[in-house]
Every structure is written in C-alpha cells, then in structure tokens.
C-alpha cells in the first residue's frame, strides 16, 4: 500500500509537470500570436544593426582604426554632394575582376555599373512616402522603390537574402526606419558602363 501511495504520488506530479511545461512556451520563442518582448521599433532597430545596414547606408569618416560610420548621417546613402571618379578603374572592372567601393562606402561600381547606397532616412527624398508594401516589394522581389515596372535593385544590396526575412522582421525594420531622422539627399542614380 506504501507502494501505491508513492506511485500515485510520483505519477500526479509527473502529469502536473507535465502541464505546467505545456503552458509555458519555451525561452525566446514565440507564437504567431504572442508579440515579441521588445517593440516593433526596437525589434527593427535589432535588425538594422545585425543586418549591417550602416555598412552601404550610411557615410563613413576615416580613422586610424578605419571607416566609422557617420552617425549624424546615418541611412541617408550615397551624399549627392559627393564625387564618386572611376577613370583610373574602369579597365578593371571592365575586366569583371574588381569591384570598387567610394571613400565612404556608399557607392560602389562593379560589372554592373555604379550602384549608390538608397536614401532610408524618413525624409521624402527617402523612404519618407514609402507605404510598407513598397519596402516589402522592394525586400523581397529586388524592385527599385518597391514599384512593379522599375529597375532592379543593384549589388552590392543583397536583397536576395533579405528576402528570406520573415513579414514580421520586415515590417520591424520598416517601423525602425519610419523614426529615423529624415535627412534631405537625392541620391544619384545608377551608371551603366
């Protein structure tokens, strides 16, 4: 009988275990349904930084330990003021075996031509009249502005793996960007060699 009592025992608290570990869902993971601890902005602050989104958008000052992103200038792209000369590289990378980068990183020309990092400041020469559609287009299909009809969207931007980002991240760094101090800067547009 003492037998059965401790096994009666043991079996009600494996089963109360049991559901109690079914209730709870595991640490860092979410339902669809549960909303993620941090904000949306907050979650697409996260990605911009894990995705190196400074690393093309953003203008860079030189330091003795290399480029540093210009945090004053932060996601306004490729500086319309700045001259970006490639006449000394074009055998090169004619040649397809090179691809040049500006100073600031901002730009860069390859056998595709001069590609300049986008504006993404909230600013209208920006993403600032971008619906959130448009940024997921834009994410997913590579399409310039996110519109049908127009260029795509060139190296070194790799959308094609941003794409396999899910709705939700998207839709974070889209919120994240929104806040961004909009800084006015028509970037230049895309040169064929």
């Not at 003795?64 to 992103?69: A, I, K, M, T």
């Not at 020309?109 to 971008?130: E, H």
Request: hydrophobic share 40%; with cysteine; aromatic share 8%.
């Amino acid at each position: 009988m003492k037998t059965n009592l401790l096994f009666s025992c043991f079996l009600v608290a494996a089963v109360l275990s049991l559901v109690h570990c079914a209730e709870q869902p595991a640490p860092h993971e979410h339902s669809a349904n549960t909303p993620a601890p941090e904000s949306l902005v907050q979650r697409g602050e996260y990605l911009t930084n894990a995705l190196g989104c400074d690393d093309c958008h953003t203008p860079k000052n030189m330091t003795p330990q290399g480029p540093v992103p210009d945090m004053e200038r932060r996601f306004m792209g490729h500086p319309s003021a700045e001259a970006f000369s490639l006449a000394d590289k074009k055998e090169l990378i004619a040649a397809q075996q090179v691809a040049v980068f500006s100073a600031g990183m901002t730009a860069a020309a390859g056998p595709w031509g001069v590609s300049f990092a986008a504006n993404l400041t909230s600013d209208d020469t920006g993403i600032g009249v971008w619906s959130e559609a448009q940024f997921i287009k834009a994410m997913r299909e590579g399409k310039s502005k996110g519109l049908d009809n127009t260029r795509p969207l060139l190296p070194p931007m790799p959308w094609p793996s941003y794409k396999n980002l899910n709705d939700d991240d998207l839709k974070a760094v889209f919120a994240f960007l929104k806040t961004v101090k909009p800084i006015e800067n028509v970037v230049p547009l895309p040169q064929a060699f």
